[in-house]
């Protein structure tokens, strides 16, 4: 490689790296999308995520989308975007690697979400602003967290199940996306989301995904959700 070609690369990548929304510390590997960093150790969530599952889900499946979506953009002018950009101009995209970018796309954004999204200090109920508009827009906790509970066990196959605020609205809703669509992709915020694929939970729970997503809610950081929607409704 040229000095020059080599300058751009790094420029690129570099500029990838800033771009990228998030305040996970990079954890290494190549191309301009590095692993983010889980913000916990493997068994942080026991018993309620199990240690073994988290170590898998983390280092063979998130790492595997964010594998996938750097050789999806390699060499493309796609790859000087965040991947949460891309999500939001999959349209853009040449059809050639729209899908990929979809797919890997959205399983690297989604699982950094995910992981944040829970705390061994988790569960308890959200509190100030959040419980109010909760209260106000879903008919409070209780509705909620049935509604959203049925959004993650419904879903058909593999998916998420989301707490969202939408822009227009200016409300939260649940809503649920198969694969690994990302709420992003529809100018919506996600504040919390549930990873319901098997991979999330089969080693634990087998085919009980009630039992999962009944266990999710003792490990939600509500604290951080909070702050997600305080952010929303700033934007
Ligand atoms: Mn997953």
Redesign the pocket.
């Known amino acids: 490689m040229k000095r020059r070609q080599f300058l751009t690369a790094s420029l690129t990548a570099g500029a990838a790296l800033v771009l990228r929304s998030r305040t996970l510390l990079a954890a290494g590997g190549s191309g301009p999308y590095p692993l983010p960093k889980l913000p916990y150790a493997y068994d942080a969530l026991e018993p309620y995520i199990d240690a073994r599952t988290m170590e898998i889900?983390y280092t063979k499946?998130?790492k595997a989308y964010v594998d996938k979506l750097n050789a999806a953009v390699a060499g493309t002018s796609w790859a000087s975007k965040s991947p949460d950009e891309l999500l939001t101009q999959l349209d853009l995209l040449p059809a050639s690697i729209r899908t990929a970018v979809r797919n890997n796309g959205g399983?690297d954004v989604?699982?950094t979400m995910?992981w944040s999204f829970m705390s061994h200090r988790g569960g308890g109920q959200p509190k100030g602003e959040l419980a109010a508009a909760i209260e106000a827009d879903l008919g409070g906790f209780d509705k909620f967290a049935k509604t959203f509970s049925a959004a993650a066990v419904g879903q058909f196959g593999s998916g998420w199940a989301w707490l969202v605020f939408d822009p227009k609205s200016k409300k939260l809703a649940v809503t649920s996306t198969p694969n690994?669509d990302s709420p992003i992709s529809a100018g919506q915020v996600p504040i919390l989301g549930i990873?319901v694929?098997e991979?999330?939970y089969y080693l634990k729970y087998q085919n009980r995904r009630p039992d999962y997503v009944q266990a999710f809610f003792h490990v939600i950081d509500w604290d951080h959700v909070a702050m997600r929607h305080a952010e929303a409704l700033k934007v």
Do not use: L, P, R, T
Request: proline residues 0%.
């Open positions: 889900h499946h998130h399983g989604n699982h995910f690994q990873d694929w991979h999330a």
